[in-house]
Every structure is written in structure tokens, then in C-alpha cells.
């Protein structure tokens, strides 16, 4: 069936940091692929989308393209801030998703 | 908007106790869903619905009922509680339609429920 594999965590870092979050998933088809965050003691928002292949989705300064060749999905940000520390998930679907197991990530000031 | 609401925050159950997740959204959203979060897992599909009167079952549902009886509302039902079924729950909800604006879905603040 569909899953997701991502990059098994905690990943720690440095303020300014690169970031990059691997994520490669399976699909019968050529689903929408997502990357959720959850910030501590909240719910789950959208981060970014993509919702066809070569698709860059972007928004506070990460990045992912959707790479139909390698079936992937990475996350990347090229300087990390505090703030930026959360659990993220990368996903497919559309109404009905399917979630990797999330990465932890901590910034360090 | 309040977005999506859910109650309560925080529940402790007795094995074999019964009770009712309330999720509440004021979007006018046609499609609503129930996942469980539990360590190490990501978030895994309970029960969903596309509308009023219609719901199906996900990748775990045994142990849960679910009905939609209002557009707004999306109640999650655990019958018989075990302690397997302690876990964090989130209900989301989002539109129906198939345009890209369907993709995004909003997710409530979730209910940390322990069952001893």
C-alpha cells in the first residue's frame, strides 16, 4: 500500500543552520505530497504542497520538490531559526493522507 | 473562525469505560476525518466523512464509531476502552471539492486520552 518514509530524528542543529529532512514515499499513482508541521502542544499545519511532479512547494523559507523520479519529497531551509524547532511530518493523499513518522528537530541558539 | 474545535483536551478512561470525542468545525467543510498519533508512527486514518450522513471506515477503526450527522460536527466514539487505544487524537477537516484549495487540511488541537 502507500506509505512515507522519512528521515528518522531528533535532529539537532545550530541557529543558521542547513536544513535538509529526507522523505521518500510509495504510491500506486501520483499523489499530492505535503509536509505538515506541529509546533509544541498544538495541532498539525500545512507547511508546503506539491501537488504535481517537478512542483516546488515553498513558504517561510523551506523549500521541497515533488521528484517523481526518486519518489522523494525532501525538506530543506537554508538557515534555521529557534522558532523553527517542531516535529514535522511529510504526507500524501489528498483528502485521506498518509503520514511518515515525523522528524524532531531542535534549534539551538 | 474558531477553525477546528475539540474536546476534551486531556481525558483519562478506565478499560471498558465509554466515551465521546467531540470535534466541532466552523469552515463549512464537507470532508472531516479522525486520526490517532502515537509514538514513533506519524498519524493514522480512524474513521472519515464527505459529508452529512455518509462515513467510512480508515486504517484503524476498529473500536471506534463515528456518525456525521451535521455538517459541523464529527463526533468519535470509543465503545470499550483499552489501553491500546491510549494515544493523542486530531480530527481535520477540509473541503470536498477537487480543486487545489481541497488539499489543505486544518487540523484541531487534538485530545490526549489515557486508558488504564
Redesign the interface.
Known amino acids: 500500500g502507500d506509505s512515507?518514509t522519512q528521515m528518522e530524528g531528533p535532529v539537532t542543529l545550530s541557529e543558521e543552520a542547513f536544513l535538509t529532512i529526507n522523505c521518500t514515499y510509495t504510491a500506486t499513482g501520483y499523489p499530492?505530497l505535503?509536509w505538515?508541521v506541529q509546533y509544541p502542544g498544538?495541532?498539525?499545519?500545512?507547511l508546503l504542497?506539491a501537488?504535481k511532479a517537478d512542483d516546488k512547494g515553498s513558504n517561510k523559507g523551506f523549500e521541497a520538490t515533488y521528484r517523481k523520479e526518486t519518489t522523494s519529497f525532501h525538506l530543506e531551509k537554508g538557515s534555521v531559526q529557534v522558532s523553527d524547532s517542531a516535529v514535522y511530518?511529510c504526507v500524501q493523499g489528498?483528502?485521506?493522507?498518509v503520514?511518515?513518522?515525523?522528524t524532531r528537530l531542535t534549534i539551538n541558539p | 473562525n474558531a477553525g477546528?474545535t475539540q474536546t476534551p483536551k486531556f481525558q483519562v478512561l478506565k478499560t471498558g469505560q465509554s466515551m465521546t470525542l467531540q470535534c466541532a468545525q466552523d469552515m463549512n467543510h464537507e470532508?472531516m476525518?479522525w486520526?490517532r498519533q502515537d509514538p514513533?508512527?506519524?498519524?493514522?486514518?480512524i474513521h472519515?466523512s464527505?459529508g452529512a450522513g455518509i462515513t467510512d471506515q480508515?486504517e484503524v477503526p476498529n473500536g471506534y464509531n463515528v456518525s456525521r450527522s451535521t455538517t459541523e460536527d464529527f463526533p468519535l466514539r470509543l465503545l470499550s476502552a483499552a489501553p491500546s487505544q491510549t494515544s493523542v487524537y486530531?480530527c481535520?477537516s477540509?473541503y470536498?471539492n477537487l480543486g487545489?484549495s481541497?488539499?489543505?487540511?486544518y487540523?484541531?488541537?487534538?485530545t490526549r486520552l489515557t486508558v488504564t
Open positions: 512515507v499530492s505535503f505538515y498544538e495541532g498539525l499545519q500545512l504542497k501537488t511530518f489528498a483528502q485521506k493522507l503520514f511518515g513518522q515525523g | 477546528v470532508y476525518s486520526y514513533g508512527m506519524g498519524l493514522r486514518l472519515y464527505v480508515g486530531f481535520a477540509s470536498s487545489p481541497s488539499y489543505e487540511q487540523f484541531g488541537p487534538g
